[in-house]
Nanobody
Framework: QVQLVESGGGSVPSGGSMRLSCAASVYTYNRLCMGWFRQIPGKERDGVAAVYTGSGKTYYADSMKGRFTISQDNAKNTVYLQMNSLKPEDTAMYYC???????????????????WGQGTQVTVSS
């Protein structure tokens, strides 16, 4: 069973930065595709970025490239999402997810992921 725990959310003014963390409790951590998603109430859960922990290869949704960076610390079984130049429209619940396959897909779709964290709220004020 994969357990994912997100942390690092909160409130930040527009233009600020924030780093989210996702700690994974799973012995197969180094063979997982880990992704970050975000969701605004009433809308679909959108993919932000993903990383295959075995190789470190990263993937980004086209609209998220440039301001968001996904990274990993294998010693801590943790994946991070660094968010810079935040805008009010980045306000959302951010979720960490794991795909129980030994590869990531080029697209980051919620239905391809099997395990989810509880989410962490990010609020960007104007």
């Amino acid at each position: 069973q994969v357990q994912l725990v997100e942390s690092g959310g909160g409130s930040v003014p527009s233009g600020g930065s924030m780093r989210l963390s996702c700690a994974a409790s799973v012995y197969t951590y180094n063979r997982l595709c880990m992704g970050w998603f975000r969701q605004i109430p009433g809308k679909e859960r959108d993919g932000v970025a993903a990383v295959y922990t075995g190789s470190g290869k990263t993937y980004y949704a086209d609209s998220m490239k440039g301001r968001f960076t996904i990274s990993q610390d294998n010693a801590k079984n943790t994946v991070y999402l660094q968010m810079n130049s935040l805008k009010p429209e980045d306000t959302a619940m951010y979720y960490c997810a794991a795909r129980a396959r030994s590869y990531c897909l080029g697209t980051i779709q919620s239905y391809d992921y099997d395990h989810w964290g509880q989410g962490t709220q990010v609020t960007v004020s104007s």
